[in-house]
């Protein structure tokens, strides 16, 4: 399997992920074909596919917050079962983010992901892809170290229409595994910072950031 980056919105391995995408996610999670064109040109945001025999059969998204000394998983995709997809993602991208993080000469504390609640969302059939199934990504997400955060969480949806989605977690994997909680501050700073592009932003997710405001620290629970 090769993991290979995107920069380009032209680049035809996008294309083949961006309908990757729609097969698997709910629509307001997937942004819009031609809005992905800044993204991909930024250094900061990490695309990379997975091909196996020139197929696209899985993908990933993340960034690195050298200022927080955090990164945040976009999305993870899992085109196929068998293929050992997720663990290839893994790896490739932790070794990347290390790398980030040793050249911004300070240790990364941990990573944010926006985890889906299988009680919540049981609607959606993430393409009929057994790995996608949100039961099966939130064990998954637990084994590789991750923690819910004590918050009723909402986000904007990526369709921009003012919409709160409230089908999901956030969660923190934190390097140490021992930590019992991360600063309210921190999570405030990455909220603000990752949907700065969405103008169009929700009462309930401005109220819920409110909320972190006034708190000190945010408790990690398990997921």
Known sequence: MEFLRIT????PNFLLMHELMKKVFPPEEVLE??????PLEDPGIRVFVVKHEGEVVGA?????????????TDFTII?????????????KRMADLLELARLSGKPMLGMFAEIYDPYRI??????????MDPYVRREVLSHLGYK????GYVHPSWENNGVAVEELDLGFMPQDDELADI?????????????????????????????LKRRDKVALLPL
């Open 60 to 72: 990933t998204e993340y960034r690195y917050y050298d200022e927080l000394q955090v990164a945040m």
């Open 79 to 91: 085109g196929q079962a068998g293929l050992s997809i997720g663990r290839f993602i893994v790896k």
């Open 122 to 131: 049981e609607g959606h059939v993430f393409g009929g892809v057994k790995p």
């Open 33 to 38: 074909y031609s809005l992905w064109r800044d």
């Open 183 to 211: 600063p309210a501050k921190l999570v405030v700073q990455f909220l603000t910072g990752y949907y700065a592009i969405l103008p169009d932003k929700p009462v309930k997710w401005l109220d819920m950031v409110e909320g």
């Open 148 to 151: 819910r955060l004590e918050l």
């Open 8 to 11: 380009s919105i032209d680049d």
